[in-house]
Nanobody
Framework: QVQLVESGGGLVQAGGSLRLSCAASGRTFSSYGMGWFRQPPGKEREFVAAISSSGGSTSYADSVKGRFTISRDNGKNTVYLHMNSLKPEDTAVYYC?????????????????WGQGTQVTVSS
């Protein structure tokens, strides 16, 4: 069983920055890809970013490319999402998820464990 706990969300003004963290339990963290997803109010959950098990490969949604950076520290069992130049449309509940294998994956069905989510609100 894997537990994922997100932190770092909050209220920020447009143009600001936040860093989300996702701490994972278990000894196999470094074997799996990880992803960040978000669910804006009244909308479906959507892919934001993903990173391979080693951290050597990443992928981003077009809407966040150039503004967000995903990274991981396998020694700390933690994955991060650095968010810069935030926009009101980035407002959402952000979830981290553990992949079913080591590589970068985009669809939600490629992930088998999810955190409880952390709220990010960007004011205009």
């Amino acid at each position: 069983q894997v537990q994922l706990v997100e932190s770092g969300g909050g209220l920020v003004q447009a143009g600001g920055s936040l860093r989300l963290s996702c701490a994972a339990s278990g000894r196999t963290f470094s074997s799996y890809g990880m992803g960040w997803f978000r669910q804006p109010p009244g909308k479906e959950r959507e892919f934001v970013a993903a990173i391979s098990s080693s951290g050597g490969s990443t992928s981003y949604a077009d809407s966040v490319k150039g503004r967000f950076t995903i990274s991981r520290d396998n020694g700390k069992n933690t994955v991060y999402l650095h968010m810069n130049s935030l926009k009101p449309e980035d407002t959402a509940v952000y979830y981290c998820a553990k992949g079913r294998d080591a590589i970068v994956r985009l669809p939600t069905f490629a992930y088998d464990y999810w955190g409880q989510g952390t709220q990010v609100t960007v004011s205009s």
